[in-house]
């Protein structure tokens, strides 16, 4: 006999579909945080409750209440706890149930389930709040139901003691405690014969009529799973392409997009799972799957299976969870995994085909002795290398002396710049690659690096900018699943064409079909022209382009990026900021576009006018003070070829 839901309670999909309505509700405890402080005076009880309405990720609830010991007593998972005069509310973007003033609660403790319903009351063990009614015999016997509908074995407290229902006859002992060992687990933890909960996200599916080959990953590793090895294909008996009965054609062993390494576990769904999965879950989701069979499949590796519940034929074990802001925490800690398997992935990439070149060319030095006047030409480079050591530091040593000419009294005093310690450079030798950038190859050759990852200060003013609308020095930027992540630093790269994008973006991701539903945020992205500030005999000074973006604009500016054509204020406030920067630098180019655009005559600049006094400004030098910034140098490769950038840091307007 299965019991209904009682009179006066509705539930939990009901429950949610009506908001900020005063309900009654019950579900099982799956999750269940200790008591805790609130923002305010209260204490408050964190809860996941389940019925056979919602998701196996369940439904959260708080609980609030004055005294710490009016708060819901759970014993264990598997209690059931039935809540009256209840709200769901939106809570930081998702829905729960909150607890109101006239709240009351009751609990169940499932160590007291009997495991069917009898016609007569049983006796239970359970907790309520003062001022909660006594459940009756209706309530008891869903409550009774609810407990059951899930798998008993999986609750963190077994029954330990004989459950009798007082039926006027003894009953037989019933233990809980037997069944197959059910639990959370991470797949490198995971062993052989045993059930286990996994959350992951999904690589690989191949649907077929009878059931679906799902291939899931939280980024740990274990032995026992097959090997994806990058570049070399898979082991034998990895992840098939095509369908079961070959109609589509099947690929290569190479078409595998990762994760690479044992990192991924093959589970078989069958019905009903199978089915739900091919209408409801995609490539690049996460999922929840309870009760995951752990064997050995054909080739002794290990494999999951899941399948049809005997006793609850009809339930799906499988649930896609949200990756979003109200992410579940272990999605999150699978993010986390995943962003450090994707940085450390990109650098062993990118370190084996220098090892594989290295390899190359120690086989053909190998092969072909050097002759006599090689091993000339090589020692000739060698002293020519350690001549230009000697070098190097003498111009380094000259040009901390040339930079002292600026005083600090001559510097901009509304501009401060990082690592002050390291003595500032001239434009003309960051620019300069003869003393940086020359390197000589294992085999005696000598070349000239495209870049060097080379930071340095310099003492510099700003004698142009582009966009030259100062609205355009926000973009809107697509962001990444990993922007989430509390941890999630993130450092700028370029792209291809110089323009910034923020390195979660930026890093080969083994699984591009994982990124959908991308939302947009803004972010600063400009450029500076740089004018070295030092004294010069030249008459033309050395300049520099630098990209100013994310996180160094935010700290030049001390403003975060915003619509600054829906924002006046925030617009104004830019313009004020670099005003100290670059001084009257805008109001010279306004001048100089209104020249350029108006076909003004030669009698009308020589009288004075508006359009003649704008002339002047543009001619006048610049007077704004000096200031000094960190520059670091990077490569950006341009249809095939490395070019250099540079980006300015380290630099804040007070």
């Known amino acids: 006999m299965v019991s209904t839901v009682p009179p006066g309670f509705v539930d939990l999909h009901t429950a949610f579909m009506r908001l900020d309505t005063e309900l009654n509700v019950m579900g099982v405890v799956i999750d269940y945080l200790p008591p805790a402080k609130s923002r305010g005076s209260d204490w408050m009880s964190t809860f996941t409750i389940v019925d056979n309405t919602t998701s196996y990720a369940g439904e959260k609830a708080r609980y609030f209440r004055p005294q710490e010991t009016d708060l819901p007593s759970f014993r264990s998972t598997g209690d059931v706890v039935m809540l009256r005069k209840v709200k769901i509310k939106d809570w930081s973007g998702m829905k729960i149930i909150l607890s109101g003033r006239s709240s009351t609660w009751v609990v169940f403790h499932q160590a007291s389930m009997p495991l069917s319903i009898s016609e007569i009351q049983p006796i239970l063990d359970l907790s309520k709040l003062a001022t909660a009614p006594e459940p009756n015999i209706l309530e008891t016997r869903y409550a009774i139901t609810l407990c059951n509908s899930q798998d008993r074995s999986s609750y963190s407290a077994r029954v330990s003691q004989n459950v009798s229902i007082d039926t006027g006859t003894p009953n037989t002992s019933i233990s809980a405690g037997s069944g197959p060992k059910l639990k959370f687990s991470l797949i490198k933890d995971v062993s052989i014969a045993s059930y286990y909960d996994i959350v992951g996200q999904v690589v690989k599916l191949y649907p077929d009529d009878i059931k679906t080959e799902l291939y899931i990953t939280d980024y740990t590793s274990n032995g026992l799973l097959y090997n994806y090895e990058w570049g070399r294909g898979a082991d034998e ?20 997009q990762g994760p690479f390494g044992r990192l991924t576990l093959s589970v078989t769904l069958w019905t009903p799972h199978s089915s739900w999965t091919q209408a409801n879950v995609k490539e690049g989701d996460f999922v929840f799957l309870r009760n995951v069979h752990i064997k050995y499949s054909r080739d002794s590796k290990i494999e999951g299976v899941l399948h049809t519940d005997r006793q609850w034929p009809e339930r799906v074990d499988v649930s896609v969870l949200d990756s979003k802001e109200s992410a579940d925490d272990r999605v999150k800690d699978v993010l986390r995994r995943k962003r450090d398997y994707m940085k450390k992935f990109d650098h062993q990439s990118k370190a084996f085909v220098d090892e594989v070149r290295r390899q190359k060319r120690k ?4 092969a072909k002795p050097l002759s006599s006047a090689q091993l000339k030409k090589r020692r000739r480079q060698e002293r020519k290398e350690a001549e230009q050591e000697k070098k190097n530091t003498k111009s380094a040593e000259s040009e901390a002396g040339s930079t002292s000419r600026i005083t ?28 940086t950038h020359a390197h000589i190859t294992p085999n005696g ?3 000239i690096l ?22 355009d020095f926000a973009v ?18 370029n792209n291809s064409d110089g ?13 591009p079909d994982s990124r959908r539903n991308t939302t947009f945020k803004w972010e600063w992205r400009f450029c500076l022209l740089l004018e070295d500030a030092n004294p010069s005999m030249e008459k033309t000074k050395d300049r520099m382009k630098v990209f100013v973006a994310d996180d160094d604009a935010v700290f030049l500016l001390q403003m975060d990026a915003e619509d600054l054509r829906t924002s006046p204020t925030a617009l104004s406030q830019l313009r004020e900021k670099l005003f100290i920067l670059w001084g009257d630098l805008e109001e010279r180019k306004l001048c100089t576009r209104a020249l350029q655009e108006t076909n003004v005559n030669q009698a009308v600049r020589q009288r004075g006018t508006e359009n003649a006094k704008g002339k002047g400004i543009i001619q006048s030098p610049l007077r704004t003070p000096p200031f000094q910034c960190c520059i670091k140098e990077y490569g950006v490769k341009v249809k095939g070829k490395w070019e250099r950038r540079f980006q300015m840091f380290g630099a804040t307007i007070s």
């Open 363 to 366: 086989e053909g030095d190998s």
């Open 499 to 511: 323009s910034m994008s923020t390195s979660a973006s930026s890093v080969s991701d083994p699984n």
């Open 408 to 435: 600090a009294r001559e510097l901009n005093k509304n501009i401060a710049c990082t690592h002050d310690s390291i003595p500032p450079r001239s434009l003309s030798s960051i620019l300069s690659v003869e003393n």
């Open 476 to 493: 809107r930027y697509k962001t990444s699943e990993f922007d989430n992540l509390s941890d999630n630093d993130d450092d700028t790269s």
């Open 450 to 471: 495209p870049f060097q990852n080379i930071c340095s200060r310099a003492t510099v003013r700003v004698v142009d900018f582009f966009p030259h609308d100062l609205a």
């Open 237 to 256: 008996g990895a992840a098939r392409e095509g369908d079961a009965y070959g109609y589509a054609p099947k690929a290569t062993k190479n078409n595998w």
């Open 445 to 447: 050759t000598s070349c």
